[in-house]
């Protein structure tokens, strides 16, 4: 079976543009996480998405949005970006009932 | 809220030796889940061990064993006969098991850097 997939794995914008980062679960997997994991730290919860609704959170401002589609892929959208948004962004899913998440390869985003 | 804590920014092992990470957490929390993730420098975060909270047994994948200590939070990585594919970051994670099952999110430490030498 295919792994989590991501795209685009690079991309570079400028400060104030928009970005929409894509991602494909494994299949059969329900729920869908994103992380940033900026250079040199740990990960940092961003969004999960459970049966397509919002199931919880982390500390982002309200420029950080996402969704989860019926064949529950995701999408995470980032407004007005700031240089400090440059990170890698990753994805990661779960079966359901499971406690383990599955991660994607990321997508290294920069903001010049 | 939960806490992660990884002392060791770095470590070196040589080749075939044994290495120990460090790892503590904090939590109220009774019912929880450990994880071991490694990154190699492809970025490609990959589960190496995990750990239940009501077990008491130390869990352990091949080469690679934990010493869970729950009354002193400690979660370690053991990597036994070490191999050059072993270096990469090591990140030590909690996920709580309130809730419903997957829906809880990861808390990671900030990482350990593995170097392996030949």
């Known amino acids: 079976d295919a792994g989590v997939t991501q795209s685009p794995t690079h991309l570079i914008k400028t400060r104030g543009q928009h970005v929409t980062l894509r991602c494909s679960p494994i299949?059969?997997?329900?729920?869908v996480s994103w992380y940033q994991q900026v250079l040199g730290q740990g990960p940092q919860f961003i969004f999960q998405y459970y049966e397509k609704e919002e199931r919880g959170r982390g500390n982002f401002p309200d420029r950080f949005s996402a969704r989860q589609f019926p064949n529950y892929s995701s999408e995470l959208n980032v407004n007005a970006l700031l240089l400090g948004d440059s990170a890698l962004y990753l994805c990661?899913?779960?079966?359901?009932?499971?406690?383990?998440?599955?991660f994607g390869p990321g997508t290294r985003l920069t903001v010049t | 809220a939960q806490t992660v804590t990884q002392s060791q920014p770095e470590m070196s092992v040589q080749e075939a030796e044994t290495v120990t990470l460090s790892c503590t957490y904090d939590?109220?929390?009774?019912?929880?889940?450990l994880f071991w993730y490694k990154q190699p420098p492809s970025r490609q975060m990959i589960l190496v061990i995990r750990q239940e909270a009501y077990k008491q047994q130390n869990a352990t994948e091949n080469r690679f064993s934990v010493n869970f200590q729950k009354a002193a939070k400690s979660f370690s990585l053991k990597i036994s006969d070490s191999q050059l594919g072993d270096a990469a970051m090591y990140f030590c994670?909690?996920?709580?098991?309130?809730?419903?099952?997957?829906?809880?999110?990861?808390?990671f430490g900030k990482g350990t850097r593995l170097s392996v030498i030949a």
């Open positions: 939590t109220s929390e009774s019912d929880y889940y």
């Open positions: 994670a909690y996920r709580s098991g309130v809730g419903l099952s997957g829906n809880t999110p990861l808390v």
């Open positions: 299949s059969g997997h329900k729920s």
């Open positions: 990661a899913s779960s079966f359901p009932g499971s406690y383990e998440q599955y």
